[in-house]
């Protein structure tokens, strides 16, 4: 009963590089938030996916960001050209349903590290 | 814009005694809120909820307390012990936004054995 994956733990990238990060919901989870923690701050909220679609994406900078969530397949954030400013941790959650009272469960997070 | 404040970074206390742990919200749209445990280097950790029908929610050590007149919510941890060390975040929703979170800045909660 494997929890919310994401891979890679651990990235780093060269400022212009880009950036993929995964993330496998729960069984049974059809719905995906994407959060990012910049230090000392709280999550900040990014995208909300079910599958092939976006519901939304409204803490999402409007360039060099987008998410997907396929089919088959994990969840996909995608960071073009990252700069220096990118590096953060990068939270995946995933709940059952979006709409009623719900818990969102968390994975481990990638941590972006831009060089 | 914050609309979801924990005005206190750090809180320590003795172990077998009482943690409060305090959120204050501005948005009377959030209709339900959670709160989550961090350890360094991990994801959020699910705790406790509390919908806004309700003003108090208890599981085990953990009970959450909401007042909506005053836009805050607490979180009483009793007895505190050196394992709920952690950051704590407070965080609230409304199906209004599609249930996306949002987050407190989050109060380091230190247990003294």
Redesign the interface.
């Known amino acids: 009963n494997a929890g919310v994956m994401q891979n890679p733990r651990h990235l780093v990238r060269r400022r212009g590089q880009e950036a993929r990060l995964r993330c496998s919901p729960m069984k049974g989870h059809s719905h995906v938030y994407w959060y990012r923690q910049l230090p000392e701050e709280g999550l900040k909220f990014m995208v909300y996916l079910q599958k092939e679609n976006i519901i939304d994406e409204s803490g999402m900078p409007k360039e060099r960001f987008s998410a997907e969530f396929p089919k088959e397949g994990p969840s996909i954030l995608r960071i073009q050209q990252v700069v220096r400013g990118d590096s953060a941790a990068y939270f995946c959650a995933s709940s059952f349903s979006g709409g009623g009272y719900t818990e969102a469960f968390f994975g481990q997070g990638t941590r972006l590290t831009v060089v | 814009d914050q609309q ?1 404040k ?1 005005n206190s970074p750090s809180l320590s206390v003795q172990e077998g005694r009482i943690s409060i742990l305090n959120c204050d919200y501005t948005n009377s749209m959030f209709d ?1 809120f ?1 709160w ?1 445990k961090k350890y360094p ?6 705790l406790i ?1 509390i ?1 806004s029908i309700k003003d108090k929610n208890e599981d085990g050590r953990f009970t959450v307390f909401l007042n909506k007149s005053a836009k805050h919510l607490s979180l009483h941890i009793v007895p505190s012990q050196p394992g709920d060390s952690a950051v704590y ?1 407070c ?1 609230a929703s409304s ?1 209004g ?10 109060t380091q909660l230190t247990v003294l054995p």
Request: aromatic letters at 20%.
């Open positions: 979801v924990q339900y959670l989550y280097a991990e994801g959020p950790t699910f909820s919908s975040f965080a199906k936004s599609a249930r996306q979170l949002t987050f407190g800045s989050g």
